[in-house]
């Protein structure tokens, strides 16, 4: 499960998910803070995420633990 970039509580389920040219987007809400953040994928792999929790949509790396995360065994 992803962790809310500001918070760091797990999200659940994707609010939304969509096609974004090659990537995949999902969409979380958080349920603690309140921040949205976006999830965008190439094919399995996580290449970035997404955060409005500091006003605006910034970029963050994909860490090795959100890469470990959604790894698919
Ligand atoms: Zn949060």
């Given at each position: 499960?992803?962790?809310?970039?500001?918070?760091?509580?797990?999200a659940r389920?994707?609010?939304?998910?969509?096609?974004?040219?090659?990537?995949?987007?999902?969409?979380?809400?958080?349920?603690?803070?309140?921040?949205?953040?976006?999830?965008?994928?190439?094919?399995?792999?996580?290449?970035?995420?997404?955060?409005?929790?500091?006003?605006?949509l910034a970029?963050?790396?994909?860490?090795k633990e959100?890469?470990?995360?959604?790894?698919?065994?």
């Amino acid at each position: 499960m992803p962790k809310c970039p500001n918070c760091t509580a797990h999200a659940r389920q994707p609010v939304k998910e969509w096609n974004f040219g090659q990537f995949r987007v999902k969409m979380y809400n958080c349920a603690k803070c309140g921040n949205q953040f976006r999830e965008y994928f190439m094919g399995n792999t996580l290449k970035f995420v997404l955060s409005a929790h500091n006003g605006g949509l910034a970029k963050i790396g994909a860490t090795k633990e959100t890469m470990d995360r959604h790894k698919i065994y």
